[in-house]
């Protein structure tokens, strides 16, 4: 496991790639966002380090996934109007010249500031450092704008970048380091989102239809619709939701209008000029494209979050004659020491995945390694809670042991002295009932 | 008076322990006709490279336009002669798989981006219009050296060289050339430096400067 | 005209004026490049065959009479012919295995022949519980047969036209079985070409009560010790060979391999000698083309985009070539599979990256060298003509 400021290291090259962005874009007022980015970073920092011992972390994080959430809808307002924009139509003429003006360049740079700064906090507040861990990134955040200032200034002119694709850089900087932090990561909640909405609309819509003898439905389509539910479609709707502006930004400056030549009388003044605005073109696609790699390993944290969960290998137990599975609180693991323990029991080809954690009250709960809207792909425990491995759900440690959503479902049990006592039966009775629906609700489509 | 489109101090080029060119200071006004004459082996060739960019010297100050050409790079050096000179060559050195044309073209995409009408404008201009698409090997020496006049200055050069542009031509077709030079030259106001071993073509020019084992050894002005 | 369009038009122009060279290159590359496919589509599809017909070998040892010949050809998994009937007894080998003690799931035949409308068929009687237990992948058109009903493998039935339903009379020499086909069997193996019928009904039509020919055994190994427990029932079947059916899959797969290992030295060899052609071709090439090159960079073109045009000629021949090559591997994929494996390969598309992958690469690599001197090149002596 590597120790905390190697994991920070992605995170301030971050910071660093976005303000060089800034500085190039708002080359003419360079102090000014240098010094909006800096106070954003430390206001942001601080103002979720104030959220998080104020409030809960629930709700720092809440506030922090939003404010992304509307970066990331930002930057799908800024494509379209580039697109349209491109398509050369015109565009009010204020929006050019605010987007030049000085509080416009602070402005922008501030919230970009108060974001990573955020996003900075979060990740130093879940893994429960203090203070001085959140000063030291604060000044590594001050040194890497220095070094930013500095290089930007090195490289060479040719580079520019359009307003658009600073947004795209900007956004994609920000949801890649959102990405590492799982209870702030976008991409996961919007593929389930999606998946939700394509569940809800083929019912609604089919329902509406009379379905299944509807004269327009042959059966063949079903096959058509049963893709609608698969669990690709969360992903890949996901996927395009998460490209799509990124790619019209792209698109939008590959469509930009060569400036008119045809005033020039000689033909070779005329070709170098045309050349120069290719050139220039091509070099504005660099940031956007490279913001396309950033959405990409942003998906890929997602998917794959380097995040290690507690996820003990599940202890085999037997039941005893009576039918009851005797757990003792110290035996070969013990009990109360508030992480995750798996079990399974295994009897006459019937099996069920079970655990026992005790709840940051003090109360020993047993509940099932499955939920009950979600395949059963278990739970995992980081940053004081648990997580579905299906739907990358997290569960407060509290809320464990309370039916619902996809809360783990909980088994009957007692609590002795010497243990937890459960019943085999009922045990392996709700494991089959919950896992056989959701293994039911997945494929109905099809 | 006119500024000084090339200007060369101790200009020196030497191969080992050959020394084509001898310590030369030569300035040429912007706009003149200079015409090189000496034997095969007196430098003049060596000359004609150095002031395109073509190769470097041993020693010297070179001064062509507002570029000191020591100072510039291999690339730097491309990206100077394909905008500052245009070349004309005794072998004409016509790409043999490309129409007329195309060869104007490829001069073109190498400046910058190649636009078909201009050079076929440029062709038409050099009195080629009825043979834009055939190749070099179906045209006459003539017409080749046109193709390459066409090429030569289709990017606006400041400066045009010739290396003996008339040497495989007979007489007719060399009066049709450097009649064709002497037009364009009027239109498009570029400098010609020009190679060649034919005191009647020399006499074209402004000025004829004459080399000898790398040596100036006579000038003479046109009155 | 766009930069990029112009530069494809002059390379393809180029090519078109060496047509006899581009096309011996693109020969090459080809052939390179196809070798190349048919190895990797060979391995892949035959390795992922062998292993599934090792997978889904249900029995893992045979018991045959000691006489009876065992010959594996070219058509896989086959048992070859029985040179002389030679029986087991029923009765010894399930002795045998109760006093083992080994859990095995078994499964009896007695192959032999009846007379079908004048013609000899291949017979087998079998337990069908056996059967359904043993060999899970046996698809049956139709149904499972009650007694005196027969199952028939797909091949005979289009033969002698049989469907499902249809009354057949097969002559023994003792006397006439008359069956009910209950279903078609299809099993791409020998099955095949088999008709299946009750075991104690052959016996008895044969003349042949408590006689099998092979018995087959899904043997649980817990703990590895196949080999052992084979041996084990040798010892106790003197007159029988027990073997386990792992050796005879692994001839497949011996197989396989050798091929393998035959091809890569022929792609290898191949690869180096197609190298070093279009090193030769290209040398050869930039040569020729030396005074075209310093004409460009007396035009002004630097040693980079001189060298794009050249080395863009070689990436088009590349890619050309790659195509060429997956088409013409395939082809030889499904040559050697068919000849050697008596199967059918299958196309994989995305194979096609690796083919043009392989040719690209071939391409540029070969003309690495006289790239270099491309971009070295002077202009002012190529010019001259040196």
């Given at each position: 496991m590597l120790s905390l400021p190697y994991k920070m290291i992605p995170f301030l090259l971050s910071w660093g790639a976005m303000l060089l962005v800034l500085l190039r874009r708002f080359s003419a007022h360079r102090r000014t966002a240098i010094a909006a980015g800096i106070v954003g970073y430390a206001c942001g920092e601080a103002g979720a380090w104030l959220l998080f011992h104020l409030y809960s972390a629930e709700v720092a994080v809440g506030v922090m996934k939003s404010a992304v959430g509307v970066g990331f809808l930002l930057l799908w307002s800024a494509a379209v109007i580039a697109i349209y924009r491109s398509t050369g139509r015109g565009f009010p003429s204020w929006g050019e010249s605010v987007g030049r003006t000085k509080v416009f360049a602070g402005g922008i740079a501030l919230a970009a500031g108060v974001l990573m700064g955020g996003i900075v906090a979060c990740r130093l507040a879940g893994t429960g450092s203090g203070t001085i861990a959140c000063f030291v990134a604060a000044l590594a955040a001050v040194v890497l704008a220095g070094a930013a200032f500095v290089v930007e200034e090195k490289l060479p002119d040719l580079f520019t970048v359009s307003p658009a694709g600073a947004m795209a850089a900007l956004v994609s900087l920000l949801l890649f380091t959102s990405s590492s932090i799982i209870r702030l990561d976008l991409f996961a909640p919007l593929s389930m989102k999606v998946m939700k909405f394509a569940h809800d609309f083929v019912h609604q819509f089919f329902e509406s239809m009379l379905i299944?003898?509807?004269?327009?439905?042959?059966?063949?389509l079903w096959g058509y619709i049963g893709l609608l539910f698969g669990k690709g479609v969360g992903f890949w709707g996901a996927l395009a939701i998460w490209f799509i502006p990124v790619l019209l930004i792209l698109l939008s400056v590959n469509l930009e209008r060569l400036p008119?030549?045809?005033?020039?009388?000689?033909g070779a003044k005329r070709r170098k000029m045309v050349a120069a605005a290719i050139e220039n073109r091509r070099l504005r696609l660099v940031v956007p494209a490279l913001s396309c790699v950033v959405f990409s390993l942003a998906v890929y944290r997602s998917t794959f979050p380097a995040v290690e969960y507690w996820d003990p290998k599940p202890v085999p137990v037997t039941a005893a004659a009576n039918g009851e599975i005797v757990i003792p609180?110290?035996?070969?693991?013990?009990?109360?020491?508030?992480k995750l323990h798996k079990f399974l029991y295994r009897q006459n080809g019937n099996q069920a995945r079970f655990m026992a954690v005790m709840t940051p009250e003090g109360k020993l709960t047993v509940v099932l390694?499955?939920?009950?809207?979600?395949?059963?792909?278990g739970y995992g425990q980081a940053e004081g809670s648990v997580v579905c491995?299906?739907?990358k759900t997290l569960i407060p440690m509290d809320t464990?042991?309370?039916?619902?959503?996809?809360n783990p479902v909980p088994v009957p049990f007692t609590e002795k002295e010497d243990g937890v006592h459960l019943d085999a039966v009922a045990l392996v009775n709700t494991w089959t009932t919950t896992v056989q629906s959701t293994t039911r609700v997945k494929e109905e489509g099809k | 008076m006119p500024s000084a489109i090339i200007q060369t101090t101790g200009l020196t080029r030497s191969y080992g322990d050959i020394?084509?060119?001898?310590p030369l200071d030569l300035t040429v006004p912007e706009g003149e006709w200079l015409s090189v004459m000496g034997?095969?082996?007196?430098g003049k060739s060596t000359l004609l490279n150095l002031l395109g960019g073509l190769d470097r010297p041993s020693d010297g100050s070179l001064r062509v336009g507002n570029e000191?050409?020591?100072?510039?790079t291999e690339d730097g050096l491309a990206r100077f002669r394909r905008e500052f000179v245009g070349i004309i060559f005794q072998q004409h050195?016509?790409?043999?798989?490309?129409?007329a044309v195309e060869n104007v073209m490829l001069s073109q995409y190498f400046h910058s981006v190649p636009d078909e009408a201009e050079a076929r404008f440029a062709l038409e201009r050099v009195g080629l219009g009825h043979r834009?698409?055939?190749?070099?090997?179906?045209?006459?020496g003539g017409e080749q050296q046109r193709v390459c006049i066409a090429r030569a200055i289709i990017n606006s050069p400041k400066l045009l060289l010739g290396?003996?542009?008339?040497?495989?031509?007979?007489h007719q077709s060399t009066l049709m050339v450097m009649e064709l030079l002497k037009e364009l030259r009027a239109e498009e106001r570029f400098t010609i430096v020009m190679v060649t071993h034919n005191p009647e073509v020399a006499n074209w020019g402004d000025r004829t400067i004459h080399l000898d084992d790398g040596v100036l050894v006579r000038e003479e002005r046109k009155s | 005209m766009n930069k990029r369009r112009w530069l494809l038009h002059m390379v393809l122009r180029a090519l078109a004026h060496r047509r006899g060279r581009t096309i011996l290159l693109l020969a090459v590359l080809a052939m390179a490049s196809s070798l190349t496919t048919a190895l990797g589509l060979v391995s892949l599809s035959m390795g992922k065959r062998v292993a599934e017909e090792i997978r889904k070998y249900g029995a893992n040892v045979v018991i045959m009479p000691e006489k009876a010949r065992l010959t594996v050809g070219s058509g896989g998994l086959n048992f070859g012919e029985i040179s002389e009937p030679v029986y087991l007894s029923q009765r010894q080998v399930e002795d045998v295995l109760a006093r083992s003690g080994m859990r095995a799931e078994r499964s009896l035949h007695l192959r032999g022949a009846l007379r079908l409308q004048g013609g000899d068929i291949p017979v087998e009687g079998v337990d069908f519980t056996q059967i359904r237990r043993l060999f899970p992948?046996?698809?049956?058109?139709?149904g499972w047969p009650a007694a005196g009903e027969a199952v028939v493998g797909r091949d005979l039935a289009t033969r002698y036209r049989m469907k499902p339903g249809d009354l057949l009379e097969l002559a023994a020499p003792q006397k006439v079985v008359r069956l009910r086909v209950a279903g078609i069997v299809a099993?791409?193996?020998?099955?095949?070409?088999l008709l299946f019928m009750g075991l104690p009904e052959l016996q008895d039509a044969l003349g042949l009560?408590?006689?099998?020919?092979l018995v087959r055994l899904l043997v649980t190994s817990d703990g590895g010790g196949l080999g052992q427990k084979v041996s084990v029932l040798q010892g106790l079947l003197p007159g029988a060979k027990v073997s386990e059916v792992r050796q005879i899959a692994r001839t497949s797969e011996g197989l396989l391999a050798k091929v393998k290992l035959l091809m890569i030295l022929v792609t290898t060899v191949v690869l180096i000698s197609a190298g070093s052609s279009v090193t030769g071709t290209m040398s050869t090439t930039v040569l020729e083309r030396s005074k075209e090159i310093g004409l460009m960079k007396a035009m002004g073109g630097t040693r980079w985009e001189v060298l794009m045009l050249f080395s863009a000629e070689a990436a088009l021949m590349g890619i050309a070539g790659g195509i060429a090559g997956y088409l013409l591997g395939s082809g030889i994929a499904q040559f050697i599979t068919r000849t050697v494996f008596a199967a059918s390969s299958e196309m994989i598309p995305w194979f096609i990256c690796v083919s043009v992958g392989a040719s690209f690469f071939l391409a540029l690599l070969g003309s690495l060298g006289p790239m270099v001197s491309v971009f070295k090149l002077d202009p002012v002596r190529s010019l001259r003509g040196e």
């Open positions: 299944p003898d509807h004269l327009f439905i042959r059966s063949y008119p030549v045809a005033h020039i009388r000689q609180k110290k035996g070969e693991v013990d009990l109360e020491d508030g390694d499955a939920c009950a809207i979600c395949k059963p792909d491995y299906y739907c464990v042991g309370k039916p619902g959503g996809c | 020394c084509a060119l001898k034997h095969s082996g007196s000191d050409l020591r100072g510039l050195h016509l790409v043999p798989y490309l129409t834009l698409k055939n190749r070099p090997g179906e045209l006459s290396d003996e542009p008339t040497g495989n031509l007979d | 992948w046996w698809q049956i058109t139709g099993t791409g193996g020998e099955e095949d070409g009560n408590g006689n099998v020919t």
